[in-house]
């Protein structure tokens, strides 16, 4: 299984960014994926968690802002975040678990936390000033 971030780039407060997690090797028809981010010297934080169902769950933070998406006719994954902050600023990772036998739902799945998650992305840096 292999996780391939993309999207991330210096903006300026306010703007939109949309990343992308595109997953090879990764079949499972019932699953979890989150988005975690992290700023060095920090722990990674959890801002959004998809289950296979289609639902999601959202940190406080990025509520409201982000939205978490998957393309069905291919295995990727989005995050669209709008309305960018300086604390939004940081290396975003995507994580999926290792499947289950039926859909766990956007909550259960962001409850899972980071050790909840087998297969990790390289990380993309969104920059926001």
């Known amino acids: 299984v292999q996780l391939v971030e993309s999207g991330g780039a210096s903006v300026q407060p306010g703007g939109s960014l949309r990343l992308s997690c595109a997953a090879s090797g990764y079949t499972k028809n019932h699953y979890c994926m989150a988005w975690f981010r992290q700023v060095a010297g920090k722990e990674r934080e959890e801002v959004a968690a998809y289950s296979s169902d289609g639902t999601t769950e959202y940190s406080d933070s990025v509520k409201g802002r982000f939205t978490s998406s998957k393309d069905i006719s291919q295995n990727i994954w989005y995050l669209e975040m709008n309305n960018l902050k300086p604390e939004d600023t940081a290396m975003y990772y995507c994580?999926?678990?290792?499947?289950?036998?039926?859909?766990?739902?956007?909550?259960?799945?962001?409850?899972?936390?980071?050790?909840?998650?087998?297969?990790w992305g390289q990380g993309t840096q969104v920059t926001v000033s």
């Open positions: 994580a999926a678990d290792s499947g289950f036998i039926f859909d766990l739902g956007g909550s259960y799945c962001y409850r899972k936390g980071r050790d909840g998650y087998n297969y």
